[in-house]
């Protein structure tokens, strides 16, 4: 099983970043998705969860209305759309099923 992030970088506050998880090893089409974050001296928490087919979403508050959680099956794929970034949205961001996790992607929001 493999979860690889890709898509973190620096960017200003209020700018935007789509990070990207491309998974393979499990039939990914009959998991759900979900996306953590973990900022410097703090526990990981939860940001974004997708059900199987995507009908299902929730969000962690600090991010509702700016983040947008997304998957396609057919590229064995999840997405992280994050809009209107702050500062404190600067955390190390996972790909997470199950056990199993990527290994990270960074995500800085400073000016």
């Known amino acids: 099983v493999q979860l690889v992030e890709s898509g973190g970088g620096l960017v200003q506050p209020g700018g935007s970043l789509r990070l990207s998880c491309v998974t393979s090893?499990?039939?990914?089409?009959?998991?759900?998705m979900s996306w953590y974050r973990q900022a410097p001296g703090k526990e990981r928490e939860l940001v974004a969860v997708?059900?199987?087919?995507?009908?299902?979403?929730n969000y962690a508050d600090s991010v509702k209305g700016r983040f947008t959680i997304s998957r396609d099956n057919a590229a064995n794929t999840v997405y992280l759309q994050m809009n209107s970034l702050k500062p404190e949205d600067t955390a190390v961001y996972y790909c997470?099923?199950?056990?199993?996790w990527g290994q990270g992607t960074q995500v800085t929001v400073s000016s």
């Open positions: 997708i059900s199987r087919g995507g009908g299902t979403i």
């Open positions: 997470n099923t199950r056990t199993w």
């Open positions: 090893g499990f039939t990914f089409s009959t998991y759900t």
